[in-house]
């Protein structure tokens, strides 16, 4: 489904899995599905569960799931899901499953990098974490002291 709002939040996300366990878009997909997010149908005529719009994994490498003109699956308070390019990436827990800022140095690197280039193209977009709007960890960093000069 179509946005119908403006872009003005780029919002980080985390899988919630502890160190070193990778998670694929398909994966994820399933995940999502089973909880019964909206699904965006790609170009290809297929259904899309996940819901951010990019997944950033273990050695930095990332995949987009959705366009960002594509309306978001990923935070029901304050309409983010219109309003929000959703960044996830995996980690954000410890091996005993309690929050934890797991994120390796190419997530890092790939995370500002593309906190970067988003906030080139909607330069009044105010960057958060999932945990701004939500009582949750995630993304179990403070996504807006990090990125607030990116």
């Known amino acids: 489904m179509k946005r119908k709002a403006e872009i003005d939040t780029i919002m980080?996300?985390?899988t919630?899995?502890?160190p070193r366990r990778e998670v694929s878009v398909k994966e994820l997909d399933a995940w999502h599905k089973a909880r019964?997010?909206?699904p965006y149908v790609d170009p290809k005529g297929r259904k899309v569960y996940a819901g951010y719009h990019i997944l950033v994994h273990l050695d930095g490498s990332y995949e987009r799931i959705r366009p960002d003109?594509?309306?978001g699956q990923h935070c029901k308070q304050g309409n983010m899901n219109n309003r929000a390019i959703a960044i996830c990436y995996v980690g954000g827990s410890d091996n005993?499953?309690?929050p934890c800022d797991t994120r390796t140095e190419p997530q890092k690197k790939t995370l500002l990098t593309l906190v970067r280039t988003l906030k080139g193209r909607y330069p009044h977009a105010q960057v958060v974490g999932h945990r701004d709007y939500a009582p949750k960890a995630c993304p179990c960093f403070?996504?807006?002291t990090e990125y607030k000069n990116a």
């Open 16 to 18: 919630d899995t502890p």
């Open 36 to 38: 019964n997010f909206e």
């Open 96 to 98: 005993n499953h309690k």
């Open 142 to 144: 403070d996504a807006k």
């Open 69 to 71: 003109d594509q309306r």
């Open 12 to 14: 980080i996300h985390c």
